[in-house]
């Protein structure tokens, strides 16, 4: 089985600790390429940036349409999900649903942990989107930016756990998301100190796209996500062309 996890931001350090932490999360036997675009933010802090980086994760996705059996989109704002469904026949995961859903499933409720209080409402809107909200107990977040985080994992957790503390005590969270996907790296030590459940997205994600293909399933293409409907674009790129022209990839 091979996945493609695109890390929607242009960080290589991110990017590195996001290949490491899918790697982690597959199965023996499933390979996993790492890809990030070449253009876009550095880090995604906010609507303005989760939007530029949608569309050069859609451009990078439109170059790597076929030889894959499921795809990852590492950024817990799950950035350009719904239309790369509609590039692919095979799976395309966000790592906040994926998150959201395995959580569901070991706790009654839940908690995000995330980097910056802007990010909440941005997270805030995504659990409206999924509707998923009345399993949230809270979204929790530091003051701390996303690079930063990236550089120092022992800080890190050293700012989240006490928020973790306290969402678990006062909001009624029985399991911790980490609402980064550079936040892998964090889990195992917050999980050993908090006594529950930690969920990394990017693992989250990668499970479910491997128990999506391991039975053969493929996104539904009867309306949502129905390939884009053939026309000219202005000023694209050679991927996006290529994709409007030829519709739904086969992969």
């Known amino acids: 089985m091979r996945i493609l996890v695109v890390n929607p931001n242009t960080s290589a350090q991110m990017t590195l600790d996001i290949a490491r932490a899918a790697r982690e999360g597959a199965q023996p036997g499933t390979e996993i390429l790492c890809l990030s675009p070449e253009h876009g933010p550095d880090t995604i802090e906010g609507y303005t940036d989760e939007t530029i980086a949608a569309y050069h994760t859609v451009d990078l996705l439109a170059g790597e349409r076929s030889g894959y059996d499921g795809y990852v989109i590492a950024c817990f704002g799950d950035p350009a999900v719904a239309a790369c469904r509609e590039l692919v026949a095979a799976p395309v995961v966000g790592i906040a649903e994926a998150s959201f859903h395995m959580a569901s499933a070991l706790a009654h409720r839940w908690s995000v942990l995330t980097l910056l209080p802007r990010l909440k409402p941005v997270l805030e809107d995504l659990l409206l989107r999924y509707g998923v909200e009345r399993r949230c107990a809270s979204v929790r977040a530091v003051t701390l930016g996303v690079a930063a985080a990236a550089e120092d994992h022992e800080r890190t957790a050293e700012l ?27 889990a195992a ?48 790129s050679a991927n996006l062309e290529a994709a409007y022209a030829a519709g739904s990839g086969d992969s």
Do not use: H, W
Not at 174 to 183: K, Q, T, Y
């Open 160 to 186: 989240l756990l006490p928020e973790a503390r306290r969402a678990i005590a006062e909001d009624g969270a029985e399991a911790i998301l980490l609402g980064c996907a550079g936040l892998g790296p964090v």
């Open 189 to 236: 030590p917050l999980s050993g100190a908090l006594g529950v459940p930690v969920l990394d997205g990017v693992s989250c994600a990668v499970g479910l796209v491997e128990a999506l293909a391991a039975r053969g399933l493929s996104t539904s293409k009867a309306n949502a996500f129905a390939a884009p409907e053939r026309g000219p674009l202005v000023g694209a």
